[in-house]
């Protein structure tokens, strides 16, 4: 899990998207100042500007939500059952480019951070909380969503560069 978000952070940093006769280009790879070879880096950009939009299809614009979870204290044990489904339902939500980054925190894990794109708190609730397994198992004991705006830093920049 945490190489598929280091990797998703990675293509998210790294791909500023500029089209040129119809083909989405990552920034190069010495202004990235990242690993990825540029196909890869290349394809992953052209997915994500597919998805990324910061708009929804009636223009109105779509804001970024942090998702705090803590979990109950034997997560380790009891999620095993839910632990598939509620992966694909996070990846779902990244590939409709709505999950921007994901993970549980703690070693071992105590909650996670969930950051989404979405129209409002009703959709996040709609779509990621009501519907994961963790939360309708009782797995989660508290959540909470909150308005989050990157103030600083690469991804801070990535946004405003119009990622």
Known sequence: MAAFLASQITTAIACRFSLRHGRVLPVRHSQARLSLPARVLTARCAAAAS?????DSSG???????????YVPDIVTRREPFR???VQLCRSLAVDGKMVAG???????TGALLIVRADNREEVIRDLIEADPYVTEGLVVRH????????????????????
């Open 51 to 55: 998805s990324s939009s910061s708009a």
């Open 103 to 109: 993970a549980a925190t703690g070693n071992p894990p």
């Open 84 to 86: 598939e489904e509620h």
């Open 60 to 70: 109105q614009q779509q804001q970024l939500f942090a998702v705090v979870y803590e």
């Open 144 to 163: 909470s969503v909150e308005p989050w705006t990157p103030a600083v830093g690469t991804m801070a920049e990535a946004l405003r560069n119009g990622l």
